[in-house]
């Protein structure tokens, strides 16, 4: 889909992952939780989580794993990724700053 073309490329970039899914969650009328969900080269799948807030403009990191049979994995904050997310967000919805 060309709307998540960017997200898909941000993915590749910082992540070195292909992406599989975008989850948006509105938590309320100024925080939304970001989930992307992405493939590795080890054929491992992850994810990268993190909360915007646009009234304070930040990004805040939750989380960065890789669940498999034998537990979660977490994995380094990539804050290069949570910047290019938040730059595309202000890009793409108007008025959304971080």
Do not use: P
Not at 34 to 44: L, Q, R
Not at 69 to 88: K, P
Request: glycine fraction near 4%; charge should be negative; aromatic fraction near 10%.
């Amino acid at each position: 889909m060309r709307k998540y073309s960017k997200v898909s490329e941000l993915t590749k970039q910082f992540l070195n992952g292909k992406l599989n899914k975008v989850l948006v969650e509105y938590e309320n009328e100024n925080t939304l939780l970001i989930t992307v969900s992405y493939e590795d080269s080890h054929h491992s799948w992850l994810n990268y989580t993190l909360k915007v807030n646009n009234k304070s403009n930040s990004v805040d990191f939750v989380h960065h794993q890789c669940r498999d049979m034998v537990g979660v994995i977490t994995l380094t904050r990539e804050q290069e990724f949570e910047s290019a997310i938040c730059d595309y967000l202000v890009e793409e919805v108007r008025g959304m700053a971080c």
